[in-house]
């Protein structure tokens, strides 16, 4: 299986930081990664698909990048509904695995 | 714009069988994976398995030995069987689609919480 690693676990910051999250592969998957948010009691919602592609109707102030083992995901201004937990996620091959999370929360 | 809707049993005894549906709604059947994802409270993500319409299928090998999916094209429909539950299995399972143009869980299901408790 790729193990995916994400860093920092948890993360306090403010309405208009710019935030990044980091997220590493155990090995290459080219691409083939994905970067979702989740609220309390909500499913996930997909934000980025293979690395930098921005999902329908996402704001723009969510950005991705990288390819083969290490990854970011960008967020250029913080506001208030962007606290939350954001996970990155491999489809390179199955089993398609998952980051342990990273909790964004107010500073 | 499609949408899934899930149901099943919320509430099963250690041994037996969890069964979960997801109904597709507002779009094409074919032409996608779908997948069933679980999270155990306060945890994170699990794949659990994937299967398209016409029944080729993909599991978690943690959970292989256990896990069964099906799809019933004529309603729009596909399921999770899991067996033997025991109280490591208690948390919301999720169903999801996979369209080939993101190749990633683009649309998912509102959830369901299973518990495992005798």
């Known amino acids: 299986d790729i193990q995916m690693t994400q860093s920092p676990s948890s993360l306090s910051a403010s309405v208009g930081d710019r935030v990044t999250i980091t997220c590493r592969a155990s090995?290459?998957?080219?691409?083939?990664l994905n970067w979702y948010q989740q609220k309390p009691g909500k499913a996930p919602k997909l934000l980025i698909y293979?690395?930098?592609s921005l999902q329908s109707g996402v704001p723009s102030r969510f950005s991705g990048s990288g390819s083969g083992t290490d990854f970011t995901l960008t967020i250029s201004s913080l506001q208030p509904e962007d606290f939350a937990t954001y996970y990155c996620?491999?489809?390179?091959?199955?089993?398609?695995?998952f980051g342990q999370g990273t909790k964004l929360e107010i500073k | 714009q499609v949408q899934l809707q899930q149901w099943g049993a919320g509430l099963l005894k250690p041994s037996e069988t969890l069964s979960l549906t997801c109904a597709v709604y507002?779009?094409?059947?074919?032409?996608?994976?779908w997948s069933w994802i679980r999270q155990p409270p306060g945890k994170g993500l699990e794949w659990i398995g994937e299967?398209?319409?016409?029944?080729?299928?993909n599991y978690n090998p943690s959970l292989k030995s256990r896990v069964t999916t099906s799809v019933d094209t004529s309603k729009n429909q596909f399921s999770l069987n899991l067996s033997s539950v025991t109280a490591a299995d208690t948390a919301v399972y999720y169903c999801?689609?996979?369209?080939?143009?993101?190749?990633?869980?683009?649309?998912w299901g509102q959830g369901t919480m299973v518990t495992v408790s005798s």
């Open positions: 999801a689609v996979v369209p080939v143009v993101t190749d990633a869980f683009d649309i």
């Open positions: 507002g779009g094409s059947f074919s032409g996608y994976y």
């Open positions: 299967i398209n319409h016409s029944g080729s299928t």
């Open positions: 090995q290459s998957i080219s691409s083939y």
């Open positions: 293979a690395s930098s």
């Open positions: 996620q491999q489809s390179y091959s199955t089993p398609h695995t």
